[in-house]
């Protein structure tokens, strides 16, 4: 009998976020999440019970064969079980993770870490093998120097390094946000800008 996954919601849409920004995708949305970030804006609490074969079922009733695992957590529950099921249907995976549980990367396509140990305490170290991108939600306050090449809090070096402005639900702090983003850019061009386009065209 196959094991059952808590599973928030699974919807159609494009990536809002960052490199594969405007990629057709469906997103598989596990419930539960180990941190509780101040600004998190995910209702990630209510649950539905499904199989792998169901979420796959769910998942291919829609044409893009990109799927995104994202949470709340998604390693919480993610495993060798329901990963192994997308590959063998042919499915780009992605994963959005917080970082703090291992994860099977050998079986992932992409994995975008998003750190939250800035906000939240204790300061849980990031645990992954692989980093594909390492996107880092920015108010300004961030402590950039712990995403810098050789900084002990990364145990990987990332292929690509995203910069997200915070949504405060603040508009006029949101602007100053992003000011600030983009001009930590331009002196940094490691870094990429990441907007949450998703919001900005009103789409899920
Ligand atoms: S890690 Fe993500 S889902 Fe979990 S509380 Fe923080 S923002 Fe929300």
Redesign the pocket.
Known sequence: MQSAYRVNEIFYSLQGEGCHAGTPAVFVRLSG?????P????D?SAATPMTADEILAAAAAHPARHVVF????PALQLDEALLSAFRRAGYYIQV???G?FPLPVALIDWVTC?P?FE??EPRLPLRLERIDELKV?YDTTNRMELYAPGSPHLPVAPAHHTLQPCDTGDPTRNAAITSAAIAYCLAHPRWRLSLQTHKLLAIP
Request: net charge negative.
């Open positions: 999440c180990n941190l509780r970030c600004f998190c804006d995910t990630h994202t949470g709340g957590e959005e993770t917080n703090t998003s939250k906000f939240t939600v």
